[in-house]
Nanobody, 115 residues
Framework: QVQVVESGGGLVQPGGSLRLSCVVS????????ITWNRQAPGKAREWVAT???????MYPSSVKGRFTISRDNANTTVYLQMNSLKPEDTGVYYC?????????WGQGTQVTVST
């Protein structure tokens, strides 16, 4: 059974940085397709990053140049480095694994960007 666990959220001021972690288990990490997604209260869920096994990455325009998705193969962990954070980045961040034939979601971690 695939398991995905996020961590690293918290409160940060505008312009600050956070690094989120997503630990993947129950599936070969080299074959894992990982996405990061976020949802603010009362708003639709928004995709923010994807990492493919071959090394390709993709971001929407809203975060490109500020967010970076990366992999730590030894620890089967995917990171989302978030820099130059803005209040509109606030929300619950979820990672998901989509390379196993189905999609598995984590429990989410809260990110709040505020003065």
């Amino acid at each position: 059974q695939v398991q995905v666990v996020e961590s690293g959220g918290g409160l940060v001021q505008p312009g600050g940085s956070l690094r989120l972690s997503c630990v993947v288990s129950g599936f070969p990490f080299s074959e894992a397709i990982i996405t990061w997604n976020r949802q603010a209260p009362g708003k639709a869920r928004e995709w923010v990053a994807t990492s493919w096994p071959g090394g390709a990455t993709m971001y929407p325009s809203s975060v490109k140049g500020r967010f970076t998705i990366s992999r730590d193969n030894a620890n089967t962990t995917v990171y989302l480095q978030m820099n130059s954070l803005k209040p509109e980045d606030t929300g619950v961040y979820y990672c998901a694994e989509a390379g196993s034939g189905s999609t598995t979601w984590g429990q989410g971690t809260q990110v709040t960007v505020s003065t």
